[in-house]
T-cell receptor, first 113, second 114 residues
């Protein structure tokens, strides 16, 4: 199973509305990262939040982290058509005795004009 | 800087053929990795390297080999292609060898195995 699991799998909203995506994980983390992927492209890093941080902002992006619930959320405010993309969270997972960076299945966000 | 580059962009193989997917970065990053992305499966880690001469397996290593002879290059070899290896392959790199920092991704290689 995925270490980071995004919810919902798909989200469709109107331009100008806010979009919220969630990520849950199973084990303790040092940090959690959010990435965006436009169709047919590679992933682009958005925000990294460390385990001792509760909230972080970057432009219209707001990320929260609740280590007690092992969850994080990504909020995009005042959405634009260009925000249409898939969003992934990434955390470290122990595989065969070593910590490795793994990604969830992503949330596909569609912004309708 | 060119960042992370991948070649080819698209490849068609027949079952049983072998090929090498190239990945290079010019940022002097220690950590490099390969992922495959399949519909509904997210990204799955194939192999990774924490520095030249050091490689290790990820979540789905079977059928793939890697080597890291230089800091810049991290090729992924398919020894005997199978239809199950049809996927989009992404290479990524980051500054240190922990894998915990920002990952920089290449544009991907689309592979179709017939």
């Amino acid at each position: 199973s995925q270490q980071g699991e995004e919810d919902p799998q798909a989200l469709s909203i109107q331009e100008g509305e806010n979009a919220t995506m969630n990520c849950s994980y199973k084990t303790s983390i040092n940090n959690l990262q959010w990435y965006r992927q436009n169709s047919g492209r590679g992933l682009v890093h958005l925000i990294l939040i460390r385990s001792n941080e509760r909230e972080k902002h970057s432009g219209r992006l707001r990320v929260t982290l609740d280590t007690s619930k092992k969850s994080s959320s990504l909020l995009i405010t005042a959405s634009r058509a260009a925000d249409t993309a898939s969003y992934f969270c990434a955390t470290l997972k122990r595989i065969q005795g070593a910590q490795k960076l793994v990604f969830g299945q992503g949330t596909r966000l569609t912004i309708n004009p | 800087n060119a960042g992370v580059t991948q070649t080819p962009k698209f490849q068609v193989l027949k079952t049983g053929q072998s090929m090498t997917l190239q990945c290079a970065q010019d940022m002097n990053h220690e950590y490099m990795s390969w992922y495959r992305q399949d519909p509904g499966m997210g990204l799955r880690l194939i192999h990774y390297s924490v520095g030249a001469g050091i490689t290790d397996q990820g979540e789905v290593p079977n059928g793939y080999n890697v080597s890291r002879s230089t800091t810049e290059d991290f090729p992924l070899r398919l020894l005997s292609a199978a239809p199950s290896q049809t996927s989009v392959y992404f290479c990524a790199s980051s500054y240190t060898g922990t894998g915990q920092e920002t990952q920089y991704f290449g544009p991907g290689t689309r592979l179709l195995v017939l």
